[in-house]
């Protein structure tokens, strides 16, 4: 078994597809360890719709390609479609992060993937979520990789969010 880390993020129908997707990944993988729920501006988009971005921890004994194809799959089920282009609204993102100490192409993904040292709104939950945990290829912890970023323009705040009956985010 291998602890498997995921960026979810969605800025269409915010709500209604975090909490689909969280209910997917609970159906199918058990237990999450999820992050707080943070707003973030759009990087990189020219519609200027908010996302929800956060980051879910579970074990799997899945290889790295069942991992990816379920993760695209839930994509097309919530509405996803595969011609977007790579900046435009999102209905849901799932992208894998870790997959345990993986490094390098595995089934044709990078791992870790290369947005943990790049964007805030994938850093910050994951440091939150594991702070201890190590960066498969620096070594660095989570939080010590938080402590050191330079978020420049990157603007996110956490926010109050509910899942299966219970507040699993509070608003700063």
Not at 38 to 48: A, C, I, K, L, R
Request: a negative charge.
């Amino acid at each position: 078994m291998a602890l498997v880390t995921v960026s979810i993020g969605s800025n269409i129908e915010r709500d209604r597809h975090v909490h689909a997707c969280l209910d997917a990944l609970a159906e199918t993988f058990g237990e999450l360890r999820i992050s707080r729920v943070f707003e973030s501006e759009p990087v990189g988009f020219e519609d200027g719709r908010n996302f929800y971005n956060l980051v879910a921890a579970f074990d799997s004994d899945w290889t790295v390609g069942e991992l990816q194809a379920w993760c695209k799959r839930l994509e097309f089920a919530n509405g996803r479609r595969k011609a977007s282009p790579k900046f435009s609204p999102r209905t849901l993102d799932i992208d894998l992060l870790t997959v345990g100490e993986l490094t390098g192409e595995h089934d044709g993904v990078a791992l870790p993937r290369d947005e943990i040292r790049h964007h805030a709104f994938v850093l910050q939950p994951l440091a939150e979520l594991l702070p201890e945990a190590r960066h498969p290829e620096s070594g660095e912890t989570y939080a010590a990789l938080w402590a050191g970023f330079e978020a420049g323009s990157q603007r996110l705040w956490a926010i109050e969010f509910h899942w299966a009956g219970r507040m699993i985010s509070r608003a700063d």
